[in-house]
């Protein structure tokens, strides 16, 4: 018998609260189950998921594959302190971004549309570029040698 473990959905509509299961691969998401190890609740900030680890080890010894989600979960509650730390530096990152309005309300900047625009007059070589010190040096007197 393959034995997984996985997410059984309880809870609401809207409201989602999973269990998770220790099952047999072939029964269906919320059928029967072997063993309940713990529960996740996706709504809920921080500290979401609780987990028995010594149940978790015992299944994945025995041969037991984890879903991706439940693989994640027990991460997270094995080293609590680097999922937090990971957390904080994700809502560092968020408030640190401005929000910008979107792009579609911008009205077009004129450098976008050319066919639009007269074409203009090139500039004078010494009035657009600024002099480098390598030119200023070369129309100097030099000394004869």
Avoid: C, H
């Avoid at 609401?12 to 029967?32: C, E, H, I, Q």
């Avoid at 609780?50 to 991460?75: H, M, N």
């Amino acid at each position: 018998m393959a034995v997984a473990i996985r997410l059984r959905r309880e809870g609401a509509l809207n409201r989602p609260y999973f269990k998770v299961v220790v099952t047999d691969k072939r029964s269906p998401r919320d059928g029967k189950f072997i063993e309940i190890i713990g529960t996740y609740d996706p709504k809920k900030k921080g500290n979401n998921s609780t987990l028995k680890l010594d149940r978790v080890e015992y299944w994945i010894s025995k041969g037991a594959q984890p879903s991706d989600t439940v693989r994640s979960l027990i991460k997270k509650n094995k080293n609590p302190e680097a999922a937090a730390k990971k957390a904080a530096a994700i809502e560092a990152k968020k408030a640190a971004k401005p929000k910008a309005a979107p792009k579609a309300e911008a009205p077009p900047a004129p450098e976008a549309t050319p066919a639009a625009q007269p074409a203009a007059t090139p500039a004078p070589a010494a009035e657009s570029a600024p002099a480098t010190p390598a030119a200023e040096a070369a129309p100097e007197e030099k000394p004869a040698g």
